[in-house]
């Protein structure tokens, strides 16, 4: 699968830094979706942008978190003075311009943020 | 609120036995129903989807799902299962155009 890449894998900071989650999505995909799984829970919903637009931030933690789809290059999600409880992994996802209800949404290999 | 529950979170089978992870779903709305999987390090892998139709849906690698509208359920079975169907399985419910809801995950382990 050529498909959505993240990047890192794994992520290690330390209480306090700044951690950068990157997302490419697939080739002609315009949507990007990041979800978090935290220890022992399914993958929650964070944040739904398209191109130059946060479209639905609803899952977002108020502080802290913030996403970004640039026109050009990856998806970014930032983490500003991380904490131990932002110890999770990190999905994203990519679904192409169409919304209709039969849209699926393709995964990455998520990013393991591990904060020490 | 809107959820989905997977009530088995570790499964241990041995090879050629018969699995059935179940996936119950509280939504009141048209939904979207797909089963992924993960094997170890790699991403979520689409297994199968219901959008409507036959309730009965087949996917890859011989799985499957029923849809049952009236019991809110989606499970996922498959007849014998293999050594390298050890992975963690993933229940979702899609609600509107793009948010999925996700359950909690089971973790099968298929000895050798």
């Known amino acids: 699968n050529a498909g959505v890449m993240q990047n890192p894998r794994h992520l290690v900071r330390r209480r306090g830094q700044e951690a950068r989650l990157r997302c490419s999505p697939m080739k002609g995909h315009s949507h990007v979706y990041w979800y978090r799984q935290l220890p022992e829970e399914g993958l929650k919903f964070m944040v739904y942008l398209q191109k130059e637009n946060i479209i639905d931030e609803s899952g977002m933690p108020k502080e802290r978190f913030s996403a970004e789809f640039p026109k050009e290059g990856p998806s970014i999600l930032r983490i500003q003075q991380v904490v131990r409880g932002d110890s999770a992994a990190y999905f994203c996802?990519?679904?192409?311009?169409?919304?209709?209800?039969?849209?699926?949404?393709?995964f990455g290999q998520g990013t393991r943020l591990t904060v020490v | 609120a809107q959820s989905v529950s997977q009530h088995n979170h570790h499964v241990i089978l041995s090879e050629a036995a018969s699995l059935e992870l179940g996936c119950n779903y509280s939504?009141?709305?048209?939904?979207?129903l797909f089963w992924y999987v993960q094997y170890p390090g790699q991403h979520l892998q689409l297994l199968l989807k219901?959008?409507?139709?036959?309730?009965l849906v087949k996917g890859i690698k011989g799985f499957e799902a029923e849809f049952i509208k009236s019991k809110f359920s989606f499970n996922l079975r498959k007849p014998s299962v293999q050594w390298s169907d050890t992975a963690e399985y993933f229940c979702a419910v899609k609600t509107g155009t793009y948010k999925y809801i996700f359950g909690t995950g089971t973790r099968l382990k298929v000895l050798a």
């Open positions: 996802a990519s679904s192409p311009p169409d919304r209709g209800h039969a849209i699926e949404a393709f």
């Open positions: 939504y009141g709305g048209t939904v979207n």
């Open positions: 219901y959008f409507s139709g036959d309730p």
